[in-house]
């Protein structure tokens, strides 16, 4: 969406609302494109990424012990003898 400058001024709430959303603002000078309206993307701090790490490790460890072993789960493809079915 470009916009001028001029007109942005009365809308500027409703823009950075749509940027926000993931719609992008070009604000326009004299028909020329001055500036784009983006999101600013909060970096998460120290303790926020490793209380992240520390529940993907925990999921992660119950869906590794809840399935087959991986080295029986092809045995299905072969027979007695070893030999593929």
Known sequence: MRV???DAKGQLTELVRRAEAGDEIILTRHGHAA?????VRTVPD???RRALLDAVREA???KAT?????A???DFL???D???G
């Open 4 to 6: 001028s400058v001029t």
């Open 35 to 39: 500036v784009r309206l983006v999101p």
């Open 46 to 48: 120290r303790n926020s």
């Open 60 to 62: 992660g460890a119950a």
């Open 66 to 70: 809840s399935g087959p072993s991986a």
């Open 72 to 74: 029986r789960s092809q």
């Open 78 to 80: 072969y027979g007695d």
């Open 82 to 84: 070893g030999l593929p």
